[in-house]
């Protein structure tokens, strides 16, 4: 590569930079712009009225763009210092941006990615659920993730306290590849006692964070967590929750990304199974704690899949049949 196409690139990045770090700039606008303008340099060139009558924008966010611009020097270096922190910052047209994440309308514009795992395939399955989860949803949850993993699976989820803890360790127990989505940062592990995992998951997968400046878990920030969880993932499974818990988002992010939802029928009737219960009601495949080969049976088998995701109710699936796990 010469010099001044090396130049080039980084000019060009930067200005992605710029753009992606406007307040107000999601996935729906970026793509916007492009379409309007054809390259993200010509965005920068543009006049304030030519971008304020754009659908969806107005002066204030047309202003912010451009003076977006005015600080290139300055997102040139905090690019530079997260590249010699060992973090990458991917933009949805570069080829190491995850590709099942990459085709939903609401991709984050930029992701910063910190881990041995440099490429992510589409063989992701988030595990998800509450936070303080009852000792069977532990139980279910680790061996969950140690069949997925054993099937070739990477296990997805949120690095939070609980159900995601457990799908991590239980990946890692058996030296399966993991990732974990934070709601902050890459330098602000949240929960602070989950450091030790991030690194355990740095080592054997990846981190991923769409703040590429200091952030902190902000309830708005740990919801739009969420639909990078789905986004990576094929299918999303929700094993424990409240109606009002985080995993619930999780699950509906996966169902408007018309990507799959199973979700744990537990026997018992309590605050943490009324999540699952609302969501097999809205369409989720259920599944019971004992059927869970079941599950990786289905995900294992994509025209299975298909057939399980177009409305074919538990009582045709003999693949759901109660089995021993």
Known sequence: MSHSTETDEKRHREYLFALASVEGIGAVRFKRLLARFGSVERIFDAELVEIAQL???NPILASRILTSGNKLAELGQKLEELTNQGIEVLFPEDAKYPTLLKSVPDAPTV???????SEVNEQCVAIVGSKRPAVESINVTLELSIRLVEAGFTVVSGLASGIDTNAHYGALGVNGTTIGVVSTDLSSIYPYENRELAVKIY????????HPFPTSPTPANLVLRNRIISGLSMATVVVETSKEGGAMHTARYAQLHDRPVFACQWNAHNQYSEGTRQLIR?????FLPDQLGGVVDILTHPERLQNAVI??????????????S
């Open 311 to 324: 409305g074919t109710t538990i009582e045709q699936m003999p693949l759901f049949e109660r089995q021993k």
């Open 111 to 117: 992701l910063c990615r910190d881990g041995k795992l």
């Open 282 to 286: 809205s369409g989720a495949l259920p």
């Open 203 to 210: 080592e054997a997968g990846c981190l991923f964070s769409e």
């Open 55 to 57: 659908p969806y924008f």
